[in-house]
Each structure stands twice: as structure tokens, then as C-alpha cells.
């Protein structure tokens, strides 16, 4: 079954069952000072909605799934 992340959030991984899925936007962008950060949101929310009130990711996570931005020497906001 697929999850929506809402739900997700309000009752954690007790929710899941084996092959359960759980539904994220996760979306990078590039700041002007030479540096990057990852945000993760709803999957019904646009790009931009994810990018302004979205959860901030974990740099490693970050990095894990969006390499390309670390290998151009971007540095990850903090």
C-alpha cells in the first residue's frame, strides 16, 4: 500500500507493513552564496511549497540523494 507522507508523520513507521510505501517530494536548490540545501514535503505540495516550508534534510541525506551539488563544491547550508 502507498503511505502519504502526511499520514506517515501523524502515526511514524508503526503504519507500515512489509511493501508498504511512503510518498515524499524532495526537492535542492542552489543559493546564491555558493551553497545548496535539501527540503522534503508533502508529495502534493508544488516544488516551490516544498523548497519555502519544507523540512530541511539532513546533509548526508542531502548528499546521498543529490551528489551532483556536493561534486560541484557547493557547500550544504547550514
Same mark, same amino acid.
Given at each position: 500500500m502507498i503511505i502519504p #507522507?502526511? +499520514? #506517515? +508523520?501523524?502515526?511514524?513507521?508503526? *503504519? *507500515?507493513?512489509?511493501?508498504?510505501?511512503? %510518498? %515524499?517530494?524532495?526537492?535542492a536548490t542552489k543559493g546564491s552564496d555558493g551553497d545548496w540545501a535539501a527540503y522534503k514535503g508533502f508529495s502534493y505540495w508544488s516544488d516551490e511549497e516544498v523548497l519555502a516550508s519544507g523540512d530541511k534534510l539532513p546533509e548526508a541525506a542531502a548528499v546521498a540523494l543529490f551528489p551532483s551539488f556536493a561534486w560541484a563544491g557547493l557547500v550544504y547550508r547550514a
Open positions: #507522507y502526511s +499520514a #506517515y +508523520a501523524r502515526q511514524g513507521p508503526e *503504519l *507500515l507493513g512489509p511493501g508498504d510505501s511512503v %510518498i %515524499i517530494k524532495v526537492c
